[in-house]
């Protein structure tokens, strides 16, 4: 935009090996002498391939990492592994076998995710099987889970070699039409979360606990 340069790219990967962006990139390092710091919202691949192509400093964790951590399958079983708390769920394929099965177990309302989504697009809250055979492929391998009524926290945090910073948890603001009809969609945050000091001393401790689970993937 400085430049009067338009570019139809919504997509970090491809903007950022796009030749015009690449040389915008490099003479402002040059100018400045200092090496770029890409800081993407969601890690790539690609991403990865051209910082290291370009000799940038990538801020983020590697594609491969995020790849793990954002598997709707693989997260809780890891999580399983280290005894990190969760909802009750189960792991199988989407069929209305299971689908009944599971309604027995965790009740009426299911919460079925499929392994990648973005804004809650991979995840579904489902009561009957019909509509679910609508929308999720067959004998795919999906995440069942009960529904339940609550408030969401969440903390932003950074995992440093000189330790962990954690932010004050926030109040997650979910589902809330008219600025989104898909009940997991997140709009908003507020902080503080007003939540009472022993709910902010579990997510603490949670949030140190998956801390270890990440310096293992590294």
Wanted: charged letters at 20%; one cysteine or more.
């Amino acid at each position: 935009e400085e430049h009067g340069i338009k570019l139809k790219v919504k997509n970090s990967g491809k903007l950022l090996s796009n030749p015009k962006v690449i040389t915008y990139i490099k003479n402002i390092s040059q100018q400045n002498k200092r090496t770029p710091a890409i800081i993407p919202f969601k890690p790539s691949a690609k991403i990865d391939n051209i910082c290291q192509k370009q000799g940038w400093l990538l801020v983020s964790n590697p594609a491969s990492t995020n790849r793990l951590l954002e598997d709707k399958i693989k997260f809780p079983q890891l999580c399983a592994k280290y005894n990190i708390s969760q909802i009750p769920y189960a792991i199988g394929k989407f069929t209305q076998e299971k689908f009944t099965k599971y309604q027995n177990e965790f009740g009426q309302k299911l919460v079925v995710q499929t392994h990648f989504g973005w804004a809650g697009n991979s995840t579904y809250l489902l009561s009957d099987w019909q509509t679910g055979k609508r929308i999720i492929p067959l004998n795919s391998q999906v995440k069942f889970s009960p529904f339940k009524e609550g408030y969401t926290l969440l903390n932003n945090c950074c995992l440093t070699r000189h330790g962990l910073i954690q932010s004050p948890p926030a109040l997650q603001f979910t589902g809330i039409k008219p600025l989104t009809q898909n009940p997991f969609t997140t709009v908003g945050r507020q902080w503080p979360s007003t939540a009472p000091q022993n709910i902010l001393n579990q997510v603490k401790d949670i949030t140190e606990k998956f801390s270890k689970i990440l310096i293992k993937q590294k």
